[in-house]
């Protein structure tokens, strides 16, 4: 079977983890600290901040972003609950707009439409891991003084006219869940554009603890501020250090994948491919078409051996989120034909070729 993902893990992850094993610290401690260093340099980010995964790092930015009871967040409907339901966790509101067909990214002009006096933030998903139209929704909040929260958990490595994703809006989020372009089993990275917010998400991740040390034998501790347990232990950081030297190697590949998906698989009858632009840089997570007849495509590719899947459903839908909108035309078109291919770094030429070739073969 020609799976859809599989865990990148480099050999040299277990001798880092065992290292940290034997020390005294396996929580949060001074792997920790080399890990985000490692993220500023690498990713070229200002304020990074380990957390202990994607949707804490959400969690977060939506609090610094004031999100409180009955605010409404502008948000897309493609894209894991995940995204959303971190807004239900601060008591604010999902307000969704509508995607654009050919990249699944949220439209701009959707925004425009959904805002209102009570929008305290515009979340927005770097679907599949290419990059959303950042100029238009950074101005759209600068007009209205609101934040822009990126929730960049398939977009790590990305970039925006030339600018890493994680240096564009006020607050971007990471994940190094199981199947990320790079892992620690679990995992997030919240990082922000000024010192303020980085001192406080820091604080925001451990309890609201502010700790110093008093000049005598005891730490002095203060907490203004409500925080959470999300922190990084030192495990988790051990394993992004070393993994994290392979991060060029692994979009390398990931993006040779997608360049020979989009040359073999162009004009195809019932085959749309999502657009790409010179401007932007995917992190290549998932490799998304828009096919006539899902259900026929999905079965075609299993019955020779290869696994696809739609990954994430609309989240409107769900009684949670006040069930499905009627008003996103494109939103509801994309729904019933999107569904992603096998895209990950252990797939070899060989494999690639025959996920082209079944499909080239109809369906
Ligand atoms: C778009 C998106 N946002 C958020 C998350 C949540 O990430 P995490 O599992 O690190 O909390 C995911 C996880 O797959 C995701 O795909």
Redesign the pocket.
């Known amino acids: 079977m020609i799976n859809m993902f599989w865990p990148y893990i480099s050999e040299k992850v277990s001798d880092a983890v065992v290292e940290v094993l034997k020390t005294r610290w396996i929580g949060q401690g001074p792997k920790v600290e080399e890990a985000e260093r490692k993220f500023k340099k690498i990713l070229n980010v200002p304020f990074p901040v380990t957390v202990n ?6 969690h977060l930015a939506l609090i610094m972003s004031g999100v409180g009871k009955d605010d409404e967040v502008i948000t897309t409907p493609m ?2 609950s ?2 959303n339901i971190p807004i239900l966790y601060c008591g604010g509101k999902a307000v969704f707009a509508d995607i654009k067909k050919d990249t699944m990214n949220i439209d701009p002009s959707s925004i425009r439409e959904k805002i209102t006096d009570r929008t305290k933030a515009i979340l927005v ?1 770097h679907w599949a891991g290419y990059p959303c139209d950042m100029d238009e929704i950074l101005a759209i909040a600068r007009e209205r003084n609101i934040s822009v929260i990126e ?1 960049a ?2 977009a790590l490595g990305a970039k925006y006219k030339g600018r890493p994703v994680g240096s564009l809006g006020d607050f971007t ?1 990471f ?3 199981a ?2 372009q790079i892992t620690s089993g ?3 990275l919240l990082t922000v554009l000024n010192k303020e917010n980085y001192d406080r998400a820091k604080l925001l991740r451990w309890y609201g603890i502010d700790r110093a040390f008093q000049g005598d034998i005891y730490w002095k501790y203060q907490i203004k501020e409500v925080g959470y347990k999300y922190h990084m232990n030192d495990i988790a950081a051990a394993m992004l250090i070393v993994q994290l030297d392979d991060l060029a190697k692994i979009l390398k590949r990931r993006k040779e994948i997608a360049d020979k998906y989009h040359e073999g698989l162009k004009g195809i009858d019932g085959l749309r491919l999502l657009s790409r632009s010179k401007e932007k840089e995917s992190g290549n997570w998932l490799f998304t078409v828009q096919a006539r007849d899902r259900k026929g495509f999905t079965k075609k590719l299993l019955d020779n051996g290869v696994e696809s899947h739609m ?2 459903v609309r989240c409107d839908i769900y009684p949670i989120f006040g069930g499905k909108r009627l008003d996103l035309p494109v939103m509801n078109e994309v729904e019933p034909g999107y569904v992603s291919i096998p895209l990950h770094n252990k797939l070899t030429d060989e494999d690639v070729d025959k996920v082209i070739k079944t499909i080239k073969s109809g369906w």
């Open positions: 995964s994607c949707t804490s790092a959400l894209t894991c995940a995204t998903v929730d958990a398939h989020c994940s190094f869940q199947i990320k679990d995992g997030g990954v994430h």
